[in-house]
Nanobody, 127 residues
Framework: QVQLVESGGGLVQPGGTLRLSCAAS????????WGWFRQAPGKDREFVAA????????YYKESVKGRFVMSRDNGENTVSLQMTRLQPEDTAVYYC????????????????????WGEGTQVTVSA
């Protein structure tokens, strides 16, 4: 089993920066795709970013491209999301997710493709 715990959320002003971390424990070597999702009040959970094991490429929601960077530290079993130039519309609970499947492009943006989820961390962007 794999457990995921997110941290790093908080309140930040528009234009500010936050770095989210996802600490993974358990059988992490069995996970092949990692993702970040977010859910704002009253909205569906949406894809933010993803990365696959053995592939340096990252995949992003269009509205966060150039502002967010996802990375994975294999040695530390952590996945991070560096968020810059944050805007009020980025306000949401952010979730880390993982799956043993090596997802293809058409599926890695779907929450249903992921097996393991963290509890989430709140990000609030407000003046």
């Amino acid at each position: 089993q794999v457990q995921l715990v997110e941290s790093g959320g908080g309140l930040v002003q528009p234009g500010g920066t936050l770095r989210l971390s996802c600490a993974a424990s358990g059988r992490t070597l069995s996970m092949n795709t990692w993702g970040w999702f977010r859910q704002a009040p009253g909205k569906d959970r949406e894809f933010v970013a993803a990365i696959r094991r053995g592939n340096s490429a990252q995949y992003y929601k269009e509205s966060v491209k150039g502002r967010f960077v996802m990375s994975r530290d294999n040695g530390e079993n952590t996945v991070s999301l560096q968020m810059t130039r944050l805007q009020p519309e980025d306000t949401a609970v952010y979730y880390c997710a993982a799956t043993s499947s090596r997802l293809i492009l058409s599926t890695l943006r779907s929450p249903e493709s992921y097996d393991v989820w963290g509890e989430g961390t709140q990000v609030t962007v407000s003046a």
